[in-house]
């Protein structure tokens, strides 16, 4: 097979365990982090591939192994999840010394076949160019027709309400607005969740917030499972059903949240109010979209919820 094919099956076999992650997921991932995924998946392969010709002088069987090594590396993660609890005769083989020696194993086995044993090496390369364009093409047509269908995956009128006159009233009355700071500790369960399912007792760090004015809810009870469906509704201060008719039960798409999130109903009157907008994150999510993103401000400088000011934290502030 010629070398511009052997390029082309390259290129398609890095490429598919990315692209078919994104589209698996394309309402959670942004695609500029897919993208960076992407180019160093294609850079590694090609410079492992290039380095392989050097040593060989055979493309075909260079291709091969490199191809085997792509797939082993992009599988560990995958085989590693679905054998981490498991034993075999009491012992735990779910563990990474196990598994990287099995993969280094089969590496070695594969090389060993490619360059030993394997013969027409033309005709399986051109068994795999087809296979890998199909692979390709089935995540890309999905991301394709995910693009299409996004423009009219807009929350309707309902979730986007106009400011009322008690808001203007409100702006007119209140001439120094304070600082709201929203802290999302997301993920954290509550305080007989920690104890029941991680043996953990927090009672001491809640007790703590009381003393210091805090209002503590030792009953509280999340309306949803997921970080964007309860934002979006918290945001909005109503249930999903009732901010569109596209948020029904079996409808996965979640395009429509983040637009609620992005553009809520709480930052609308905080806007119209004179506030401002500071997100300050791990990292970036998706969904966000303050006036300013500020990484998180590391915990040693923060000491029981002190800070120096609103300039140097998180928080929604007036102009």
């Excluded at 290039?50 to 055979?58: A, E, N, P, W």
């Excluded at 970080?227 to 948020?247: I, Q, W």
Aim: one cysteine or more; glycine letters at 4%.
């Amino acid at each position: 097979m010629r070398k511009p094919f052997n390029i082309l099956t390259l290129v398609c076999v890095a490429l598919f365990p990315v692209l078919s992650l994104y589209s698996n997921n394309i309402d959670q991932i942004e695609f500029g982090t897919t993208l960076r995924v992407l180019i160093f998946a294609l850079v590694a392969s090609l410079i492992v591939f290039g380095l392989l010709v050097l040593i060989t002088r055979d493309n075909h069987r260079s291709l091969i192994v490199t191809i085997a090594l792509i797939l082993l590396f992009f599988s560990y993660g995958h085989v590693y999840g679905m054998i981490k609890n498991s034993t075999l005769l009491g012992v735990s083989i779910g563990r990474h010394r196990f598994l990287v020696l099995l993969w280094l194993f089969l590496f070695l086995l594969v090389s060993w076949l490619t360059f030993s044993k394997l013969k027409n090496l033309d005709r399986v390369l051109r068994t795999i160019l087809p296979i890998s364009i199909v692979l390709v093409f089935i995540p890309l047509s999905n991301i394709l027709w995910f693009g299409i269908s996004e423009n009219a995956a807009r929350p309707s009128g309902r979730s986007i309400n106009t400011l009322n006159e008690k808001v203007q009233k409100l702006n007119q009355q209140i001439s120094s607005l304070p600082d709201i700071y929203y802290i999302i500790l997301d993920g954290y369960p509550r305080q007989d969740t920690l104890k029941e399912v991680f043996n953990f007792n927090s009672d001491p760090f809640l007790i703590e917030l009381e003393e210091l004015g805090f209002y503590v809810a030792r009953c509280s009870q999340s309306n949803y499972a997921q970080t964007e469906l309860s934002l979006a509704s918290v945001l909005n201060m109503a249930y999903l059903e009732d901010l569109g008719d596209e948020f029904e039960p079996n409808n996965r798409n979640r395009l429509p949240l983040r637009e609620l999130i992005k553009q809520s109903k709480t930052r609308q009157l905080l806007t119209e109010l004179g506030y401002s907008t500071i997100a300050c994150v791990f990292r970036t999510i998706p969904s966000t979209d303050s006036d300013e993103i500020r990484p998180l401000i590391p915990a040693q400088t923060v000491h029981r919820f002190r800070c120096k000011s609103s300039t140097d934290s998180g928080a929604c502030r007036p102009l």
